[in-house]
């Protein structure tokens, strides 16, 4: 089948406004619909299986996190060269990348099933068990290491869904999954009382059920690009681009959870519990506000990806500003409304205690000083992933956490107490807005996407 396809066609044909909206919101749905599910399966555990079995969960909160980092650097690197290839009008091509693409999410995913599950015990040690746990834990573990390769499978075709013109599809295969997953939930661990390898069986059974929806999904005939076992084999250039593109979201997450364990070691030290305390509440708004313009990343990815390949340029310039507008719209509305209302936001986690009060709202109004700026930090990345740029990449959401972050985390406290916990994160912002514009003009110029005059006639 060739890219004349009514949904490949709506990338270039679609006015970007209602573009954004077919990609980007079954994107953030699909989002919304995972927090839920983690939400509820946590609520499940709580209610029926005791302190121990939320325990438990804690225990494996590392090691989800690094598979869940391996499956972002999968999913985003599939997505990004996928798309180009798509734009290039090469079917072939694009059918090798799918391939390819499937094949490092089954070795990754099979790896990591082997890892977790004969050395679950040793994983469960490193991430905190005591010997009470530790049975349990292992367990846990186990389970959750079998499920990782329908994860990673499920994810990817959800990426790819989208980048094929078919956003809904892919919603249908996360909401359907975290849909299962509740029910699920409610069987093994509200009826039948398995507790927490219950929950973890629960989230395994709906990872496969959509696994096997998105290999099915790509089986068929009649897409635009088809999963075909003659095109089994690996091509070294490939998995290379989809690893160098996703490896810098990888790391991000990485990092993510060691500056988190720092950020509440320095605010205990310097702080006490009330200041711990208040990160809950600090990061429960943070990713509030991340979750829909990560959709929105999500979903202008492919945009970007295809019509750049396919040499619109114009497009490729609009589908961005545009893209950078509404971030940009979102938090200044979120700045305005974070500043005059912190102390209701925090009443509503706790209305009882007037120093948790007043601490958590100076976090919230310093952590969110240059809220404006958090634009650069989810919107630019993405463009730049969709545009081939792995090094700049890797520069905004690796090397500033390195090289800014983390010493603003163990320096500034020292100085300025808890406030300096918080206020390393508008100063990462800062430093990632200059950069970030920096970068994107850089590759902007490079790429001819500046050019005031273009020859296309394109739909706005």
Not at 9 to 31: E, M
Not at 162 to 182: D, F, M, Q, V, Y
Not at 320 to 347: D, N, W
Not at 369 to 389: D, R
Request: proline share 3%; with cysteine; net charge negative.
């Amino acid at each position: 089948m060739d890219c004349d396809d009514k949904d490949i066609k709506l990338l270039t044909d679609a006015p970007i406004p209602r573009l954004l909206l077919h990609f980007s919101l079954p994107a953030i749905l699909g989002i919304i619909s995972i927090a839920m599910y983690e939400t509820i399966d946590r609520i499940f555990i709580g209610q029926f299986a005791s302190d121990e079995g939320l325990a438990i969960i804690a225990v494996g909160v590392p090691f989800v996190a690094f598979i869940n980092a391996c499956c972002l650097m999968l999913r985003i690197g599939s997505s990004s060269v996928f798309s180009r290839a798509l734009g290039s009008g090469n079917i072939a091509g694009t059918e090798r990348v799918l391939a390819n693409a499937f094949l490092l999410q089954l070795f990754c995913g099979v790896t990591i099933a082997a890892v977790g599950y004969f050395f679950s015990e040793l994983i469960a040690r490193v991430c905190g068990a005591n010997d009470d746990l530790l049975a349990a834990s292992a367990t846990y573990i186990r389970i959750i290491a079998v499920g990782a390769t329908f994860l990673f499978i499920g994810n990817c075709a959800n990426s790819l869904m989208r980048a094929t013109g078919e956003p809904r599809k892919g919603l249908l295969l996360i909401s359907g999954s975290c849909g299962l997953n509740i029910i699920l939930d409610a069987i093994f661990v509200g009826f039948y009382g398995w507790g927490v390898p219950g929950a973890a069986w629960a989230t395994v059974i709906s990872q496969g059920v959509g696994a096997v929806y998105g290999l099915w999904h790509f089986l068929g005939k009649d897409k635009v690009a088809r999963l075909s076992l003659t095109n089994l084999s690996a091509d070294f250039t490939y998995l290379q681009s989809i690893i160098s593109i996703g490896f810098a979201y990888a790391m991000f997450e990485i990092n993510f959870v060691v500056e988190s364990a720092i950020s509440n070691h320095m605010l205990e030290a310097y702080g006490g519990a009330v200041a711990l305390a208040g990160v809950a509440v600090v990061g429960n708004c943070v990713s509030f506000l991340y979750t829909p313009m990560t959709g929105l990343d999500e979903g202008v990815q492919p945009m970007i990806g295809y019509n750049f390949s396919a040499g619109y340029k114009e497009r490729v310039r609009k589908i961005a500003y545009y893209a950078l507008a509404i971030g940009l719209a979102f938090f200044i509305i979120s700045f305005i409304a974070i500043q005059i209302g912190a102390e209701t936001i925090v009443a509503m986690f706790v209305d009882d205690d007037a120093e948790f009060q007043a601490v958590t709202a100076r976090a919230l109004r310093i952590t969110f000083s240059v809220a404006p700026l958090m634009t650069s930090m989810i919107i630019i990345p993405g463009i730049l992933s969709a545009l081939g740029e792995a090094k700049y990449n890797f520069i905004l959401n690796v090397i500033i956490q390195l090289v800014v972050q983390i010493p603003a985390l163990l320096i500034l406290p020292r100085f300025l107490g808890a406030d300096g916990v918080w206020l390393s994160f508008p100063l990462v912002d800062i430093v990632a807005t200059v950069l970030g514009i920096y970068f994107l003009l850089k590759s902007f110029r490079r790429h001819g996407l500046m050019a005031a005059k273009t020859s296309e006639t394109m739909a706005d």
